[in-house]
């Protein structure tokens, strides 16, 4: 299986790429609502409560 | 562009996605998920969903994490075992330094937000659990001893008390008794796969119990801790954490588990392996059940208004 690897055409290397971007990028906006939400939950009503 | 390692040749960007998925040990993660869930259901105090569910994603990726360390160091292993053998760097599809900082970007990742998002005991535990699989077990009790994975199953019993730490903020005796559930059960688990699975553990120089103790001491063993895990399942419901549903579970499932573990010892040659699998197989479908009991003693009993 290795064997043929490395005779991969360039087109298929930047689809791989394309691909793994696309997956990082999903991972990171699932991070971001994540985060987000994560902050409203803990945040709770203090947020309200200014000086 | 290619270039050379270990013999080997990687093609630079060949990586699928999927690869890195399973970098992650996907089978595994979802034992430790439902565990980790487990406690953290059975955990007393609040629990937010949303904080809930994102424990239990630091769990997953803390878990995979491990997984991707493990097989950037255990490349030379993965390429002699037929079980292994066509995972992502032994098969050429990715370099090991690629695996490598994934799985510490991932644990970085895991322990901070679990720390945010919960507290940092169970953060903690999150980092000690990864700590001991990739570097206590993986690199060093692996290669060294035959009590590599009675050791090291220390690791794959952490998640239930990170789940339970995440909402209590603490370690008690309910979690350590889920601790110890996993951690008796990890011994006749894989020795019933090393019995086998024999001559790739051989071929690949990992001391496992049969190669280095014999087949007639494994049996041996895997019957002595199938015999106290038994017991040990049945303490739940003596320190009174459990009721009724989980003992009766606990002890008609734990009773099949022996069966199965001291069928093993009269037995040898093929018979002896295709009773070995059948205890391999079973022993995952055991540690499940028994969770999900847990969980139903905990959840139905309050449904039905008894408890």
Request: no cysteine; aromatic share 16%; net charge neutral.
């Given at each position: 299986m290795s064997n043929s690897?490395?005779?991969?055409?360039d087109e298929e290397i930047i689809a791989r790429r394309r691909r793994r971007s696309i997956a990082l990028g999903i991972a990171l906006a699932v991070l971001v609502a994540l985060f987000y939400a994560i902050t409203i939950v803990r945040m709770g009503g203090n947020v309200f409560e200014r000086p | 562009m290619a270039y050379i390692e270990h013999n080997d040749t990687v093609a630079a960007g060949a990586a699928q996605v999927e690869d890195y998925f399973a970098l992650l040990k996907p089978r595994v993660m979802s034992l430790v998920v439902f565990t980790a869930l487990v406690g953290m259901l059975l955990a007393p105090g609040p629990l937010n969903p949303v904080i809930g569910f994102a424990a239990i994603l630091c769990i997953a990726v803390g878990a995979g994490a491990s997984g991707a360390l493990n097989m950037w160091f255990d490349a030379d292993i993965d390429r002699v075992m037929s079980r292994t053998a066509n995972r992502p760097i032994p098969s050429g599809r990715m370099h090991r330094g690629d695996a490598l900082v994934f799985g510490l970007w991932l644990s970085g990742f895991a322990v901070a937000v679990l720390g945010l998002a919960t507290n940092w005991v169970a953060a903690g535990l999150l980092a000690f659990t990864i700590f001991f699989y990739a570097?206590?077990?993986?690199?060093?009790?692996k290669r060294s001893t035959p009590q590599n994975i009675v050791i090291g199953g220390a690791a794959g019993a952490f998640p239930p008390m990170v789940g339970w730490a995440a909402v209590t903020g603490n370690v008690s005796l309910e979690s350590i008794l889920l601790f110890l559930i996993i951690f008796l059960w990890t011994p006749p688990h894989f020795w019933a796969l090393a019995l086998y699975k024999q001559s790739d553990y051989e071929a690949a120089g990992v001391p496992m119990m049969p190669n280095v103790a014999g087949e007639r001491s494994t049996r041996i063993q895997i019957a002595v801790y199938s015999v106290i895990l038994v017991a040990v399942s049945l303490l739940p419901g003596v320190f009174g954490f459990a009721g009724w549903i989980y003992e009766a579970a606990a002890a008609v499932l734990g009773a099949v588990f022996l069966y199965h573990a001291l069928r093993l010892l009269n037995l040898t040659g093929a018979e002896m392996r295709r009773r070995a699998r059948t205890l391999f197989t079973y022993s995952l479908s055991y540690l499940f059940v028994i969770f999900l009991a847990l969980l139903a003693d905990g959840t139905v009993l309050v449904w039905l208004g008894l408890s």
């Open positions: 690897r490395p005779e991969m055409s | 570097v206590i077990y993986t690199m060093w009790l």
